[in-house]
């Protein structure tokens, strides 16, 4: 697991440093590896060039690029790790929930509050991982993890995926298009959209009238009939997944 941490404060920045080795420590099991900025900028650099973290431990109060503004551009450059705000003001509370954070932690940051949050952030992210779906293409079966995929449908006779690194097509469809679908449709993050259209909640950054905005940049058509009752939806999935408790 790569997590980027990030505070303009260096004796901040320390003290973080010395929570996380001691929760490296207590979990031998866990393979991790954090990186430490003192700048927003200086962590957008990095990420863009490395492809992202897993983790990140974002100050909200920092000058130039701010925590929630960081936050804003990871998601921009369709970076999915999970985003944790530590502040000393739980004014920016809804500001995190407009990024997804995964939780916001307020200063100053106790080992047992931040190691608890640790625990949770890790289990999703290994529960996230561990979710596959085996693709039978015309070059042999793929495996493909979930939170790669942007969205799935139907194109003439085969299922195509989109995805984070490419797209790929399964074998001729000898089955209904919403049965194919049915390891995507399985998990919380996919919704079916028409009868052969399924797309990845993780991946819409927003929705403008009938198209769905994706996190790459696209903006997918939405059926017209379907438009509403996805906003809803979309809105319900991040509404269960931001019900966080501010520690």
């Known amino acids: 697991m790569k997590i980027a941490v990030c505070d303009d404060r260096p004796e901040h920045l320390k003290k973080i440093r010395e929570l996380l080795e001691k929760y490296q420590q207590t979990h031998p099991g866990l393979e991790s590896q954090a990186e430490y900025f003192l700048s927003g900028a ?3 650099d990095q990420a863009e060039e490395r492809g992202g973290y897993d983790l ?3 100050d909200i109060l920092m000058p ?3 925590g929630i503004s960081v936050g804003k551009r990871l998601r921009q450059m369709g970076k999915q790790g999970e985003l944790i705000f530590l502040t000393s003001s739980n004014d920016y509370a809804a500001d995190s929930y407009e990024v997804r954070a995964f939780f916001y932690l307020l200063k100053p940051v106790e080992e047992e509050k931040l ?3 640790l625990d949770q952030a890790v289990e999703k992210l290994t529960q996230q991982q561990k979710k596959t779906m085996l693709l039978e ?3 042999g079966t793929r495996c493909i993890p979930l939170g790669r995929i942007l969205y799935a449908e139907r194109a003439g006779r085969v299922m195509r995926c ?4 490419g ?3 399964s074998q001729t469809l000898r089955m209904p298009f919403r049965e194919a679908a049915a390891p995507l449709l399985a998990d919380p993050r996919f919704y079916l959209c028409g009868a052969s259209f399924v797309l990845n909640f993780r991946h819409v950054t927003g929705i403008k009238g009938q198209e769905a905005l994706l996190d790459n940049g696209e903006a997918l058509t939405l059926p017209r009939t379907a438009a509403v009752e996805f906003k809803r939806a979309w809105g319900d ?3 269960k997944e931001n019900a966080r408790w501010i520690m």
């Open 115 to 117: 190691f608890r949050v």
């Open 237 to 239: 999935y991040w509404l």
């Open 64 to 66: 130039g690029e701010n």
């Open 162 to 165: 989109h995805c984070t690194d």
């Open 56 to 58: 990140y431990l974002l």
């Open 42 to 44: 200086e962590l957008l």
């Open 167 to 169: 797209v790929l097509d």
């Open 137 to 139: 293409t015309r070059e």
